[in-house]
């Protein structure tokens, strides 16, 4: 059964000058909800995604599944032509969204307060690596530069080794994310104020807005926690243990989920003992009760475990790489994976589906396929002049 | 001079039954966004993260700094008394958000689709591990469980060591950011309709949305990739190096950058030899490079290079640990270092400001106290026979 689709922002156009993956992921997300993005890039090279591997037929994979169901149009805001229509699009759409340097906007001419007073009811994303304001607001950024200079790499990683990078690059999509959250946020308030307003978001402030924990205990404690491998920082039993055929992950947030766990690997009595008595006896005790768990773990394979563990509630899990996770049974049955058309009508490529299930969006239907470079110039002018009519 | 404070949200009001962590930091965000949220906590136990470390006073640091500016009530949703206030509650508010296990809202007679008859504007949002639908929709996880299911943990850490967890608690922070984003928009879609809708937000599927770059990979190639430390998978250089006082981050995402670093150390001629000539060879002879770049950068200390390098233009920092971010100047620039004042008047909790910045929220505001468990019963009490009168 098809499910009604009419989603959220259906009645939204976004003029995305953005590339790489901060903004590009921010109008994707909002893009999934409804809205129509005009993507405006740099003519003959476009995107810089559009060369990042792996290729295939000469497509990016990379920018075929961030830029899904975007139209493309290639406009040198230098040109005098060029700028013509872009001034034409500034009118009748409702976002604009960037992500050069703080003043690259202001150069071109189309900084937001020029923009603003022309187009009152416009609102203005920027993502940017240090913000729009500050001593360091002029200088370059990359995803790794965000999470090595906010301290996302320093808790990061094993102890006494080198930190490392987080696979995701969160240093770019939270950083999209909150943007997401501006946008929409000035979306709602247009609605009672007739005004649109600046975004500005800033991928150092985003990293150092997702260690709340790291940051709850620097301030009272006066001293940065360390990486801590597998394991949470302050939970305990809450990490990765050995099974005689692989790793695993156990997580017990509270004392009835620890009591259980002691009872369905057969020591009761551990619950009661001082050294594991509660959370904070556990986390005192933590490398103890890693070898205890293990000794029984180690006696059968992580199937076993998995299933008497699940059966009691226990959260558990293996550690899925990327091939297992997007074969999951549950992954697939949310509509996590989707085969996006490939722009010659070739093998679709694969990307992962949108997480916010919203009763209004039909999660069941397949996005467009991201566009060529310059590919939708002529769908886009059309549309233009018929706004304008 | 102080901002005008209009903040987009601060004409709805949240009634918020989540706890611990990914429904918590949705409604901060929201909070920061000028949203009043109501907290319904357990009587007597409240929100697990009250029993977090660190302490003081008796007071969780981690809670107070992501429950800022809530207010507290505690009801028991299976008494006919607390029942009858709660009835009253959601008859006044705009969103209800709850992170339990499916199931367990309509079990308490609170289902999306006895809401929704009674309370047609009303907005659900549902955050969970695994979501409200598919065959493992009733297990429990948390943070790390689903970093680990969803692929995240398999992409982060060492080539041939034990995966590690990402520090900051993104299995949590993206699933209730992509909450924030679906409550947004059907906050901006009941504007046209006037109707709610629900959201229904996965931990799980949310990791699979943030490895975009994994998902290409695996889809092209049918491999997933490794974790691989500090570099980024198909970038290079972007990645650690070793000066001669520490590590820095030094992020070349185009071939300009890589010249303008070549000439930077005084190796002009390494941008045009062929192991080196685009971003392909580079990945491929990744271990030359590191090794080059690093007899280079080895003979000075990293504050040179941080002066020289940034000079040029070329996005480079050092790895901070997290008391060093929270002093970084830019850091507190832009206002993302917040002393919250604490419930009893004593020293403040430090917590991490919204890097959400927007023209109608006056980001100098430092937020309210988290509150007491049941601590404004008597206020939100008020306020509800405010609104039925």
């Keep these: 059964m098809s499910k009604l689709n009419c989603p959220p922002l259906s009645d939204i156009t976004i003029l995305d000058l953005t590339h790489v993956l901060a903004g590009p992921y921010c109008s994707m997300i909002l893009s999934d909800l409804g809205a ?13 995604t559009r060369h990042f591997p792996p290729f295939r037929d000469g497509h990016s994979a990379y920018f075929a599944t961030i830029n899904r ?10 040109d005098d032509t060029d700028r013509a229509v872009f001034e034409r699009l500034l009118a009748q759409v409702d976002v604009v969204m960037e992500n050069y ?39 370059p950024a990359y995803d790794m530069v965000a999470q090595a200079r906010g301290g996302v790499m320093s808790i990061t990683g094993e102890k006494n080794r080198e930190p490392v990078r987080v696979g995701a690059s969160v240093g770019d999509i939270v950083a ?31 990293q150092l807005a997702i260690i709340e924990h790291a940051i709850a205990i620097t301030g009272e404690t006066g001293v940065p926690p360390e ?12 990490e990765t243990y050995h099974t005689a055929d692989g790793l ?26 001082p050294e594991f008595e509660n959370n904070l006896a556990r986390c005192e005790n933590v490398q103890l009760l890693r070898r205890r768990i293990e000794t029984v773990t180690l006696g059968h394979p992580r199937a076993h475990w998995l299933e008497i563990l699940t059966a009691e509630g226990i959260p558990c899990t293996p550690i899925q790489n990327v091939a297992e996770a997007m074969q999951d ?12 058309p490939a722009p010659d009508g070739g093998k679709p490529f694969v990307a ?24 939708d110039r002529d769908a886009i002018l059309d549309w233009l002049a018929e706004q304008e009519r």
Tied chains: 1, 2.
């Design 352 to 375: 992962a589906g949108n997480p916010i299930k919203m009763s209004s969006v039909d999660d069941t239907r397949t996005p467009g396929a991201a566009p060529l470079l310059d590919g």
């Design 176 to 206: 999209g994310m909150f943007l997401g959250h501006g946008l929409l946020a000035a979306l709602y308030q247009r609605e009672k104020t007739g005004k649109g307003q600046k975004v500005d978001v800033a991928m150092l402030d985003s």
């Design 36 to 48: 129509k993005v005009i993507k405006v890039e740099q003519p003959d090279i476009g995107d810089d």
């Design 227 to 238: 990486p801590s491998g597998a394991r949470h920082p302050s939970i305990a039993p809450f």
């Design 329 to 340: 049974p549950q992954i697939l049955a949310r509509n996590m994976v989707k085969h996006l």
């Design 248 to 273: 695993m992950v156990i997580a017990c947030g509270n004392d009835v989920l620890f009591r259980k766990l002691c009872q369905v690997i057969g020591k009761p009595h551990w619950a009661t003992r």
């Design 69 to 78: 169901d975007k139209q493309s149009i290639a406009l040198n805001l230098k």
């Design 101 to 139: 340097r703080p003043g690259v906007m202001e150069r071109l001419g189309y900084g937001w307060d020029t923009l603003s007073a022309r187009h009152p009811h416009l609102i203005y994303g920027a993502v940017s690596g240090f913000g729009h304001t500050g001593p360091d607001a002029l200088k």
